[in-house]
């Protein structure tokens, strides 16, 4: 079966230090692959997306950038993080191409918290 | 610019009640349409998808409609129970990419 783990589950960072959270997808190939954010109260803001190795989409532009440097990878960084980076990081992957039905299957949430 | 619009009120119910969330959308017309649960602090649950050509989908107590006209989906909760409460997220591909865009959600409580 399909598992989805990330990590860490919650963290506290100063104001300008660099930021990074990571998504590893088991039990399939090829997924695609997504970090969304949740601030207190509000819906999810998909930040970035991707189908398959290095080739990464950005939906907001901010200080914030992913890589997928494997198959079932996924890695959300910051080199400068910002107050308002603060809020409820979910990785997801859905296992269908584009134009399909693909449900998302999140991961447990990463809890970010800039002072 | 495209909207979907959950209540973001709670809705308070009383247990074995059915619950009713709404969900409208605005400038698009989408092949489907998801609803997730989601509990605090953990991540949204699939519940649910129905396509445009569907009126109305089941899944044991659950049942969504859609109605592409009026531009809304209802989720319905029949014989409602405590552990039913979270906030109930749609969500819409908006972009035909497979990249879903959500509701604000509306957070349910069922009372005992």
């Known amino acids: 079966s399909q598992t989805i783990h990330q990590w860490p589950a919650t963290l506290v960072q100063p104001v300008g230090s660099p930021l990074s959270l990571e998504c590893t997808v088991e039990?399939?190939?090829?997924?695609?692959l997504y970090w969304y954010r949740q601030a207190a109260g509000r819906g999810l803001q998909l930040l970035f997306y991707?189908?398959?190795?290095?080739?990464i989409s950005s939906e907001v532009p901010q200080n914030l950038s992913a890589s997928r440097p494997q198959d079932r990878q996924f890695i959300l960084s910051s080199k400068k993080l910002l107050l308002s980076d603060s809020g409820f990081y979910l990785c997801?992957?859905?296992?269908?191409?584009?134009?399909?039905?693909?449900?998302?299957?999140f991961g447990e949430g990463s809890r970010l918290t800039v002072l | 610019s495209q909207k979907i619009e959950q209540n973001s009120e709670a809705l308070n119910i009383q247990e074995g009640k059915t619950a009713t969330l709404t969900c409208n959308y605005t400038?698009?017309?989408?092949?489907?349409l998801q609803w997730y649960r989601q509990d605090p602090g953990r991540g949204p649950v699939f519940l649910l998808l129905?396509?445009?050509?569907?009126k109305e989908k089941r899944k044991e107590r659950l049942k969504v409609t859609f109605d592409t006209t009026l531009k809304q989906s209802l989720f319905h909760i029949t014989a409602s129970q405590p552990a039913d409460s979270a906030t109930y997220l749609c969500?819409?591909?908006?972009?035909?990419?497979?990249?879903?865009?959500f509701g604000g959600g509306t957070r349910l409580m069922v009372k005992p």
């Open positions: 991707s189908v398959g190795i290095g080739q």
């Open positions: 997801a992957w859905s296992g269908l191409a584009g134009g399909d039905t693909g449900e998302l299957f």
């Open positions: 039990g399939t190939s090829n997924p695609n």
């Open positions: 400038n698009y017309s989408p092949a489907y």
């Open positions: 129905i396509r445009e050509n569907e």
């Open positions: 969500a819409l591909d908006i972009s035909a990419g497979n990249m879903l865009t």
